[in-house]
């Protein structure tokens, strides 16, 4: 079945970047890809993006293009998504989830625990 | 983009009630939806996808329909750990996106 396991809770200054890391187990890591999801407080979930972990590809939404960037690193299982130019809005928990195939149009069917980041001005 | 629009955003049942949850998409997916279970503090879990179909493991009191702009999540008889919030989310068209989410509580 597999098992994410995200990086610890951030606490940023506004205007600074942040870089959450997510290790996969327990699946064949390059064969899916691996969206990022977040959820301000006491709000719904938000897709930022998708990386195939098989050749790097991306799509991030238009609200983050420019400020996040998604990488891979298959020697150690392991995805990242870096946000830049941090705002206070940024304040979420900061998901990675597993897809269910080799496309970004698919399920999210395994999640890591979450990483909580804090923006403070 | 699409939006999904999900209703009611809270609801109060008691144990044994069938409970039901809307999810509109503002435009056609056909059957590109699925829906998430959300417990406090964790992370979401999958419960259905491409609309009606049972993720492996997750009970039988659980059921979705729907096709084209119109969906339904269904707890045929709710169970005090059921108490969570559910999310739809649409995979038709990128951006992907999600419902507002519905909090069920027990009465």
């Known amino acids: 079945q597999g098992q994410l396991v995200q990086s610890v809770a951030e606490v940023k200054k506004a205007g600074a970047s942040v870089k959450v890391s997510c290790r996969a187990s327990g699946y064949t890591f390059n064969t899916y890809g691996i969206n990022w999801v977040r959820q301000a407080p006491r709000q719904g979930l938000e897709w930022m993006g998708w990386i195939s972990v098989y050749n790097g590809n991306t799509n991030y939404t238009q609200k983050f293009q420019g400020r996040v960037t998604m990488t891979t690193d298959t020697s150690t299982s392991t995805a990242s998504m870096e946000l830049r130019n941090l705002r206070s809005d940024d304040t979420a928990v900061y998901f990675c989830?597993?897809?269910?195939?080799?496309?970004?149009?698919?399920?999210?069917?395994?999640w890591g625990q979450g990483t909580m980041v804090t923006v403070s001005s | 983009d699409i939006q999904m629009t999900q209703s009611p955003s809270s609801l109060s049942a008691s144990v044994g009630d069938r409970v039901t949850i809307a999810c509109q998409a503002s435009?056609?997916?056909?059957?590109?939806l699925n829906w998430y279970q959300q417990k406090p503090g964790k992370a979401p879990k999958l419960l259905i996808f491409d609309a009606s179909d049972l993720e492996t493991g997750v009970p039988s009191r659980f059921s979705g329909s729907g096709s084209g702009t119109d969906f339904t999540l269904t707890i045929s008889s709710l169970q005090p750990e059921d108490i969570a919030t559910y999310h739809c989310q649409q995979y038709g068209s990128l951006p992907l996106s999600f419902g507002g989410g519905t909090k069920v509580e027990i009465k």
């Open positions: 435009q056609d997916i056909t059957i590109y």
């Open positions: 989830a597993k897809g269910g195939s080799h496309s970004p149009y698919d399920v999210f069917d395994l």
